[in-house]
């Protein structure tokens, strides 16, 4: 039998589901600003505090129950774990779209894209490598019930030619 030819062209997939209700827990936890801290960048926190990082006072009550019951009794962390676990899911799945790289999570930084002209507010866009001249990659996140869905499509620059590495290439 023949071996299938490969993919022709230099793109990768990654994708990732992250559950909310985890999310939530995390960062209404005694080490929730530091989880935040260690997920999102400084440019990322800058972008969203007027809105998804408002300061917020601590949940008053039990956080027991179905997530049903924490986005009724804390809507506004309810809104800002949906965000943050959107981020998340968008950084893991750039990870995996691209695996030739050693990132972390200060490494992706998950943005609106420049120019955006169209209704909304525009697909993200995460650039790898930090926003400092990284490589941009397509994103959609998706929210639904307790899980926020991630999937990027990544360019791997050492195929063919096509740019080297960026010095980020892994061993």
Same mark, same amino acid.
């Given at each position: 039998?023949? *071996?299938?030819?490969?993919?022709?062209?230099p793109l990768?997939i $990654?994708?990732d589901?992250?559950?909310?209700?985890?999310?939530?827990? !995390?960062?209404?936890?005694?080490r929730?600003?530091?989880?935040l /801290?260690?997920? !999102?960048t400084?440019?990322?926190r800058? *972008?969203a505090?007027?809105?998804q990082?408002?300061? !917020?006072p601590?949940?008053a009550g039990? =956080?027991? $129950?179905g997530?049903?019951?924490l %986005?009724?009794?804390?809507?506004?962390w309810w809104?800002?774990?949906?965000f943050?676990?959107?981020?998340?899911?968008a950084?893991?799945?750039?990870?995996k779209? /691209?695996?030739?790289?050693? !990132?972390?999570?200060?490494?992706?930084v998950?943005?609106?894209?420049?120019?955006?002209?169209? /209704?909304?507010?525009?697909?993200?866009v995460?650039?790898?490598g930090?926003a400092?001249?990284g490589q941009?990659? =397509?994103?959609s996140?998706? /929210?639904d019930g307790?899980?926020a869905t991630?999937v990027?499509? $990544?360019?791997? %620059? %050492?195929?063919?030619? =096509?740019g080297g590495?960026?010095? %980020?290439?892994s061993s």
């Open positions: 039998m023949k *071996a299938p030819s490969h993919f022709p062209l990768n $990654g994708t589901i992250c559950q909310v209700s985890r999310i939530f827990r !995390l960062l209404t936890g005694p929730g600003t530091r989880f /801290h260690r997920v !999102l400084p440019e990322e800058a *972008a505090s007027a809105t990082l408002r300061p !917020l601590a949940p039990p =956080l027991d $129950g997530f049903e019951a %986005r009724a009794n804390y809507p506004e809104q800002r774990s949906t943050v676990a959107g981020r998340f899911a950084k893991e799945a750039a990870f779209a /691209h695996p030739f790289w050693r !990132l972390g999570f200060g490494d992706v998950v943005s609106k894209p420049e120019g955006w002209e169209g /209704h909304g507010s525009g697909p993200p995460a650039v790898v930090g400092g001249g941009s990659a =397509l994103l996140i998706s /929210h307790d899980y991630a990027c499509l $990544g360019f791997d %620059r %050492r195929v063919g030619g =096509l590495d960026g010095g %980020r290439a």
